[in-house]
């Protein structure tokens, strides 16, 4: 821990049973006073923790002649002639990719010097995701069945009947809508409707790109759901049930594709909400539904800013696939589809528009 960062915390509820206070502290906690820790050393989940663990391997692992992706921090990888290795790290989890088992192996030796590793062998499981490869057609199958399962044992929802869709078309769920009820979730059905949202948002984020506007439209009632809200989220939970099998595939070739789109005068906060998804090979690899932060007068408008939104990514696409070019070539620019034929021909415009 670094001399100008002093991290304090509250004293552990049963430290007294393994631990003896001194006369000192015994008598300013009877006095009223608290009595805390003055950490010296980072605690593991806490921010400092995160931060020095990560400067650690940063550290190591430069030492190594790796490279820190300027795209991802957390991505470090090394090119030896024509053998390369990259090295993706969430917290204390490492993924090796890698065409070299010598490089590998090396690799985890010199790790191994610093940390104590425990080597699963080729990925098959990682953050609740399944993982399987097909070396032959060059593709990846990434599922979360076993999670959809377990969040479904969790919230009492294995024997619900499956759904075809997250959410029906047009659905209105604001507070002013005939179709919503008055009726206010009591303080326990809140807490379970934030639990059910936060487990939904993990499968969004990692696998399933086809609940993200439902999840969106779901999240701004956070704060005062309604029985049609809870409602309306045990629909996601049943269209996961019937299509808890299929699995993202990733791969196959390295054209990059992207598609926007927006939703216009649709919401009574009269935002839009923008969306798109981009395509590495046959595989969805980044999406996003989100609400606009300005309030757009026209669905050109909408759709213009919404192009802007989805061209900031495919930057940043552009960024990490260039840093690994070593694995593919990619082919730029990238073709992003819109269906507004108006705000297609005013981003070729180079002319001022206010």
Avoid at 194 to 220: E, N, R
Avoid at 245 to 259: E, Q
Avoid at 312 to 329: A, G, Q, R, V, Y
Wanted: net charge neutral; with cysteine; charged share 15%.
């Amino acid at each position: 821990m670094h001399d100008d960062e002093i991290v304090f915390m509250e004293l552990l509820k049963f430290y007294e049973t393994f631990h003896q206070l001194s006369k000192k502290f015994k008598s300013l906690s009877k006095s009223g006073k608290r009595v805390v820790l003055q950490l010296k050393w980072p605690l593991y989940s806490t921010k400092q923790g995160v931060h020095h663990w990560y400067e650690e391997l940063k550290k190591i692992l430069l030492s190594f002649d790796f490279k820190v992706s300027i795209a991802d921090e957390a991505t470090f990888y090394k090119v030896d002639g024509n053998n390369f290795l990259v090295i993706a790290a969430t917290t204390d989890n490492f993924t090796i990719i890698t065409n070299s088992h010598a490089l590998s192996t090396k690799t985890k030796d010199q790790l191994n010097q610093h940390f104590e590793l425990v080597n699963l062998g080729n990925i098959n499981w990682l953050l609740s995701i399944s993982v399987t490869r097909n070396l032959k057609d060059k593709t990846i199958f990434l599922g979360q069945q076993a999670y959809v399962e377990q969040i479904l044992t969790r919230f009492g929802l294995t024997d619900a009947c499956p759904d075809v869709t997250p959410m029906g078309p047009r659905a209105d769920y604001h507070f002013d809508s005939p179709s919503v009820s008055p009726t206010l979730l009591t303080a326990a059905e809140k807490t379970t409707y934030h639990k059910m949202i936060g487990s939904l948002m993990y499968c969004m984020t990692m696998t399933c790109p086809d609940i993200a506007y439902a999840i969106l439209m779901l999240s701004q009632f956070l704060e005062a759901p309604c029985t049609t809200h809870m409602k309306a989220v045990k629909c996601i939970f049943c269209y996961l049930l019937g299509m808890k099998h299929l699995k993202l595939v990733l791969g196959g070739n390295m054209t990059v594709t992207g598609f926007s789109d927006t939703n216009w005068t649709s919401q009574h906060h009269c935002h839009s909400i923008s969306g798109f998804a981009y395509f590495v090979g046959l595989g969805t690899v980044s999406w996003s539904a989100k609400k606009q932060p300005i309030i757009t007068l026209s669905s050109t408008e909408a759709e213009y800013v919404a192009l802007t939104h989805a061209t900031k990514d495919i930057i940043w696409i552009h960024k990490i696939l260039n840093e690994i070019s070593f694995l593919h070539s990619v082919s730029l620019p990238t073709t992003l589809y819109c269906d507004n034929q108006v705000a297609i021909h005013l981003s070729k415009d180079a002319t001022f528009h206010g």
